[in-house]
């Protein structure tokens, strides 16, 4: 008798289990992609950060870009930094880059 117990529970644990398993989800995540053709100085991204104002900033090699949602616009040495190559941003706890 004991062993059809088992036997039964065990069934109704794997019943179980599979029917919350179907209503599990995963999470969906939209990608679109960003090129020269598009406003990027260049193809290849060395970073990204996401600033507390919801701005993307993105590291390339021929300046520092701002993407706001719509347009981007790209930083240089004409706009006072030290070189166009980008190769790490930090953003810190309060979300300051």
Same mark, same amino acid.
């Given at each position: 008798? !004991? =062993?059809? &117990?088992?036997?039964? !529970?065990?069934?109704?644990?794997? *019943? &179980?289990?599979?029917?919350?398993?179907?209503?599990?989800?995963?999470?969906?995540?939209?990608?679109?992609?960003?090129?020269?053709?598009?406003?990027?100085?260049?193809?290849?991204? =060395?970073?990204?950060?996401?600033?507390?104002?919801? =701005?993307?900033?993105?590291?390339?090699?021929?300046?520092?870009?701002?993407?706001?949602? *719509?347009?981007?616009? !790209? =930083? !240089?040495?004409?706009?006072?930094?030290?070189?166009?190559?980008?190769?790490?941003?930090? &953003?810190?706890?309060?979300? *300051?880059?």
């Amino acid at each position: 008798m !004991t =062993y059809s &117990v088992k036997r039964l !529970t065990t069934l109704l644990i794997i *019943i &179980v289990l599979y029917s919350c398993s179907n209503h599990a989800t995963a999470q969906s995540f939209n990608f679109k992609n960003f090129d020269s053709d598009m406003g990027l100085p260049q193809n290849f991204v =060395y970073c990204l950060a996401q600033d507390h104002n919801g =701005y993307l900033w993105i590291g390339t090699g021929e300046g520092l870009v701002r993407y706001d949602g *719509i347009h981007f616009k !790209t =930083y !240089t040495q004409r706009d006072s930094l030290s070189s166009d190559f980008i190769y790490s941003l930090f &953003v810190d706890l309060d979300g *300051i880059l």
